[in-house]
């Protein structure tokens, strides 16, 4: 199963952690109509990664994944539901699950959040356009 991550889980330290051998398997993924949002309120009053239609497009990677990991990540995330997308890998269509907000809010970005995106989204080696985006949110966000 094909694992889109476009928030934290780009992240190669978090990732590993609940991806494990996974986050080998990541290749570039690109996600049209979309946008990324950090509009997902979180216990601290700040917001989490999102994806919302009607974008530009969202960068990210698909990884491979067993049922084990999404029941966990199914678990792990509660304020999130899975969805399924179709992704462009390589040229090609691709359908993947990937998480998207169950509530959104109007709340400033979760400042640690949009680093950890960008530091994930830089490893990868996602386009440096994408990542200027979303450098952009560092300066919505909360200390």
Not at 19 to 45: C, D, E, H, Q, W
Request: hydrophobic share 35%.
């Amino acid at each position: 199963m094909k694992l889109f991550a476009y928030g934290t889980l780009l992240d190669l330290e978090k990732a590993s952690k609940i991806l494990k051998k996974a986050v080998k398997t990541a290749r570039k993924a690109f996600l049209p109509n979309y946008r990324i949002a950090f509009n997902v309120p979180s216990p601290y009053g700040t917001g989490n990664p999102n994806i919302e239609e009607d974008g530009d497009g969202v960068w990210g990677v698909v990884y491979d994944v067993d049922e084990k990991t999404i029941r966990l990540l199914d678990r792990v995330s509660p304020r999130y539901v899975r969805i399924e997308v179709e992704v462009i890998v390589d040229g090609k269509p691709v359908r993947a699950v990937t998480y998207v907000g169950k509530v959104k809010g109007n709340v400033k970005p979760d400042r640690s959040c949009v680093e950890r995106v960008i530091r994930g989204a830089k490893a990868h080696g996602l386009p440096e356009e994408y990542v200027k985006g979303l450098e952009v949110f560092l300066y919505e966000g909360n200390g």
